[in-house]
């Protein structure tokens, strides 16, 4: 069985930092690249992030360059997501997701296999 956990939501003031962590189980991690999306209510899901099976080519939202980093760990099939100088406007439900189609790496929803349930990120202003 195919398990994706997220871990390390919150709540964080404006500015503040927060690390994500995606925990998956139940397929061969090192074949799936893995993005992680959010959605805030009312609001379509939507791409924040994603990388490569080997680590080599990571993808950001215009709306999160130079504030997010994505990496993984195949080692404890563990993907991150760090987030510094967070804005009210993050505040979302962050998913992640596994997805086993090569380069280049998607930002489309519909193409990612295997999800989470999600954790809640809220900023306060």
């Known amino acids: 069985q195919v398990q994706l956990v997220e871990s390390g939501g919150g709540l964080v003031q404006a500015g503040g930092s927060l690390r994500l962590s995606c925990a998956v189980s139940?397929?061969?991690?090192?074949?799936?690249?893995v993005g992680w999306f959010r959605q805030a209510p009312g609001k379509e899901r939507e791409f924040v992030a994603a990388?490569?099976?080997?680590?080599?080519?990571?993808n950001d939202a215009d709306s999160v360059k130079g504030r997010f980093t994505i990496s993984r760990d195949n080692a404890k099939n563990t993907v991150y997501l760090q987030m510094y100088n967070l804005k009210p406007e993050d505040t979302s439900v962050y998913y992640c997701?596994?997805?086993?189609?090569?380069?280049?790496?998607?930002?489309?929803?519909?193409?990612?296999?295997?999800w989470g349930q999600g954790t809640q990120v809220t900023v306060s202003s």
């Open positions: 139940g397929l061969t991690f090192s074949t799936y690249a």
């Open positions: 997701a596994a997805n086993r189609a090569r380069l280049p790496l998607s930002k489309t929803p519909d193409t990612y296999d295997y």
């Open positions: 990388i490569s099976r080997s680590a080599a080519t990571t």
